[in-house]
């Protein structure tokens, strides 16, 4: 979401027999360029694949 418009970037569906975590990549690979941009989530995403993720968008921009 954009903070100063309310404006929904990305958003996906999470099925009932998988989990919010299994959709992190897949709903920020919708956003094409994370540079510059501050990433928020709970703390279930607090693991290391996940900071590996971002810090692999951030180099490869």
């Known amino acids: 979401m954009k903070h100063t418009t309310g404006l ?3 958003q996906l569906d999470v099925c009932e ?6 959709c992190f990549h897949p709903l920020l690979d919708t956003i094409a360029d994370l540079a510059g941009m501050v990433v928020t989530s709970d703390a279930l995403h607090t693991q290391r694949v996940h900071a590996d993720y ?4 951030c180099a490869s921009s």
């Open 54 to 57: 971002l810090l692999s968008r």
């Open 8 to 10: 929904v970037l990305a």
């Open 17 to 22: 027999k998988t989990g919010e975590t299994t």
